[in-house]
């Protein structure tokens, strides 16, 4: 006799997955900084693995320079996704206006992010290739730029000012992919560095610091909220700096009282900024971790902006500025940059989720580890003339930890952007930015 089969039990695991996904599309924050979290974790552990290649005894076939490759994955690749999941979240609040409806928002994800995942292929075997997959991330995200700048034009809000400074930041970003997709297609590695520096500051220069500006207080001034303060001058000493960056690409020469110029500018600026960050008045706001956070965030670009000056400075004594330029470049991407969106994306993953605590030991720990990262790499572009072997030990540290930076925020917190939200916790205050 035989006996009877025993229920199926259906697998669960499908289930979960089901829901982990749902969540994902559920809201701004929570698509973008996902498929930003990928990229960014895809971007550390490919660019640790050529670093460790030469001591391996392994060669690493390009398609294009790699620098400029580097530059173009860590400048354009991860944080426009991060910079889209804060803009899409924060801006409507800003802005009175609802939100877009995530059909919108979904669609532009998956050329993004795809492109992004293809592009190390081509990089590595032919360019056509990248510049393909670029244009597909290129075509994402100028799909979202568009619909922040119909959210931005529908609203009535009286200050505008802040969404109006990431809606520009948005575009110029759009056009960065676009020229890089094309540099790219013309293998053109020229075109590909400016491309880069255009997307860096012009665009994600823009972003952060109009960013820190609505939701700091330290680059008001005075104790004033009202005005611009410092956000005005820093913007134009981002872009000037662009400018110049991006006529020594093109082989323009510069007279001495230009580069002179331009180091008194990045000075000054360094000087304010720092009497800004350091204001007593400021000393209550620094009690709570995430300003706490953001204040170290902005010393990375006050030290940018001395090296910056002194770079400058030598520039127009006719003397080479030996690793300068490059420690001040790292100094804003990986230090200023990288650390302001750890802090404010932590914030926003964690407060959404209902908890009190946004900043915990752990986060703490991974900030610091990324503080030791962007040091790393500082002394790694500062010692290379004199020690070119000590150096690269340097720079292979900095790789290390920034990949374990990546890995470490995509298990805590990013893995709570699949989660269901729990209730808002009782001790949650309420905050008219997210």
Do not use: K, N
């Not at 996704?81 to 059909?103: C, D, E, R, S, V």
């Amino acid at each position: 006799m035989q006996e009877p089969a025993a229920p199926v039990t259906p697998p669960r695991v499908p289930g979960r997955l089901r829901a982990a996904l749902r969540q994902l599309v559920a809201q701004p924050h929570r698509l973008y900084f996902a498929v930003g979290t990928l990229v960014w974790c895809e971007a550390a552990l490919w660019w640790l693995a050529v670093t460790l290649a030469p001591s391996r005894g392994l060669g690493s076939a390009w398609a294009v320079a790699a620098p400029a490759a580097h530059g173009l994955f860590f400048v354009l690749g991860f944080m426009p996704a991060f910079m889209a999941g804060f803009a899409f979240t924060a801006a409507p609040l800003w802005l009175q206006q609802p939100a877009p409806a995530m059909t919108r928002l979904r669609g532009p994800a998956l050329p993004w992010c795809a492109g992004w995942l293809l592009l190390p292929v081509g990089l590595h075997g032919h360019a056509a290739l990248a510049a393909a997959a670029l244009a597909a991330s290129a075509a994402g995200w100028t799909g979202l730029a568009a619909h922040f700048i119909v959210l931005l034009q529908r609203s009535r809000a009286a200050d505008r000012r802040h969404a109006g400074g990431i809606a520009l930041g948005m575009a110029v970003i759009a056009l960065a992919l676009w020229l890089a997709a094309t540099a790219l297609a013309l293998e053109s590695t020229h075109l590909l560095r400016l491309a880069v520096r255009l997307g860096l500051w012009g665009g994600a220069a823009t972003v952060f610091l109009v960013a820190a500006h609505r939701l700091t207080p330290f680059l008001h001034g005075s104790g004033h909220t009202g005005g611009w303060g410092l956000l005005g001058p820093l913007l134009a000493g981002a872009w000037l700096r662009g400018l110049d960056e991006g006529l020594d690409l093109l082989g323009v020469a510069r007279p001495g009282l230009w580069q002179g110029s331009l180091a008194l500018l990045q000075a000054a600026l360094a000087v304010a900024l720092l009497r800004a960050l350091l204001d007593p008045a400021l000393r209550r706001a620094l009690r709570s971790d995430l300003p706490r956070l953001l204040q170290r965030a902005l010393l990375w670009w006050v030290l940018a902006g001395g090296l910056e000056a002194a770079a400058q400075g030598l520039r127009a004594a006719g003397r080479p500025p030996g690793g300068l330029g490059e420690a001040s470049l790292h100094a804003v991407t990986l230090g200023f940059m990288a650390s302001t969106l750890l802090a404010m994306a932590a914030r926003i993953t964690v407060t959404r989720q209902g908890r009190a605590v946004a900043i915990d030991r752990m986060l703490r720990a991974t900030f610091g580890l990324l503080q030791f990262a962007t040091a790393a790499r500082l002394v790694a572009a500062l010692w290379h003339s004199q020690d070119p072997a000590g150096a690269g030990l340097w720079r292979t540290l900095a790789a290390l930890a920034f990949a374990v930076v990546a890995l470490a925020w995509a298990v805590h917190p990013g893995r709570w952007l699949a989660m269901t939200a729990p209730p808002p916790a009782p001790s949650r205050r309420a905050h008219p930015d997210p």
